[in-house]
């Protein structure tokens, strides 16, 4: 069995740049700490599960 990544990171629509939790600590709201742009989404993991069907 293969263990699963908790790292989350963070993807800006606007500029594109990965970034981890950590830079949104820093600001008041959530906001990209490179362009200030308040479009964020959770990147994909690379990680790829296979269920049985029933």
Known sequence: ???LS???K???WNCGRVFE???LGI???IRCPYC????????RT????II???
């Open 1 to 3: 069995m293969q263990a």
């Open 6 to 8: 908790t790292e989350i």
């Open 10 to 12: 963070y993807i800006c």
């Open 21 to 23: 939790p950590e830079h």
């Open 27 to 29: 600001m008041k709201s």
């Open 36 to 43: 200030n742009a308040r479009i964020i989404v959770k990147a």
């Open 46 to 49: 690379s990680v790829v599960r």
């Open 52 to 54: 049985k069907a029933l």
